[in-house]
């Protein structure tokens, strides 16, 4: 299989060209693209149905939910207050979202009508961080029951982010995961990235990541 | 890219030749092999960490530990009583073990030595569903901080199991997280699936585990 790695980056040399698509349309109407990517069951779905009624009055957000199979979080979303402005991919299989699937997607939405997008990844904390979708920037979560070790092993996702969210902390004391190595860990991978704690459940720490948003949002983009 | 289903195929069908290498190996030496799958941090090596004290006195266990990068689980596999029959396997970015690493392992593995090897993979819900390793069966961890929706959203790696085993019972309460659909879920996919529940933190159902891997060995392997 010696044309396996020259295919490989032949493809993601194609998915490239793609993501710069995308980040074009994203910039040529000031739409900030976030993609959002952690393990299954971090709390992606969670976070976003807590951010689209906290900010859904002022900020216009659209959200493309990406899965192996299923609807269930492009629904959840929907009812979360996301509306028409929710586009489901199910890759059918695939472990990772690519600029192709965006692109496709992009054709059925109206970028004008947008201010935000959230893009949400597969939960697979390896295959994602390989595929530019054209995004400002990775947003990854990681969650208090996954264990503080995950940056050390899963490095290319945390290097690739701009901010890692640390959710379930609720859930701290449960286990013998430790905030101060979890961030210690991270960012001896990537010394820049920001961190914020939430809890999706009791709702600490959501104005934080709310107000980053607004933040990301007021920079100019 | 047209050329990337039939190379697909063709990764996929020399890992099925590379795997029957391994599976007649096995059969030979008359070793039961388990392919551990779950997403990361749902349990997997704290499972093995528990498994290793409770049977390793009449069963000699061997330990192939996966992972992207880190040798941390192997590390932790030698120290709760593994020790020199713990074989860790960095993939150095790959998102799965495949039958070639199981292979080279192997060169260096005295089966005669072994009843029992535990091959646990990368954390990552998809992609490992379609690398045969060779293994008697694939044993598919979740735990009960991930969400009873995960069996549906991840349908291969739960087909292709034989036995779901839901960690962390003792979170149960703790989330929307029910038992009742967790099970109800993965079986819509695989009526035949097995399942144990588990905490690893207060060894509830432990016991059940042990009995299960005890009568796969009796039952003549």
């Not at 609807?71 to 299989?93: F, Q, S």
């Not at 472990?95 to 935000?116: E, G, Q, T, Y």
């Amino acid at each position: 299989m010696s044309e396996r790695i020259p295919l490989e980056k032949k493809i993601l040399s194609e998915n490239d060209r793609l993501a710069k698509e995308a980040r074009d349309e994203f910039s040529n109407h000031s739409v900030v693209a976030l993609n959002l990517v952690s393990s299954p069951g971090a709390g992606k779905t969670s976070l976003l149905e807590r951010t689209l009624p906290a900010l859904g009055n002022d900020i216009r957000i659209g959200l493309i939910a990406g899965d192996v199979q299923t609807e269930n979080d492009a629904t959840r979303l929907i009812k979360a207050g996301g509306g028409e402005m929710v586009w489901p991919v199910v890759t059918g299989g695939a472990c990772h979202l690519d600029a192709r699937m965006i692109m496709r997607v992009l054709k059925d939405v109206d970028l004008d009508r947008l201010d935000l997008l959230f893009i949400e990844n597969v939960g697979n904390l390896v295959c994602p961080s390989s595929f530019d979708l054209g995004e400002l920037m990775k947003v990854v979560l990681i969650s208090t029951t996954e264990g503080d070790d995950k940056p050390l092993k899963y490095p290319a996702m945390f290097r690739r982010s701009g901010l890692m969210v640390v959710n379930k902390t609720d859930l701290l004391g449960t286990s013998d995961f430790s905030m101060q190595r979890v961030v210690g860990n991270a960012r001896s991978i990537n010394p820049d990235l920001e961190v914020i704690e939430t809890s999706c459940r009791t709702g600490v720490g959501l104005d934080k990541w709310e107000d980053w948003l607004r933040g990301l949002l007021a920079s100019g983009q």
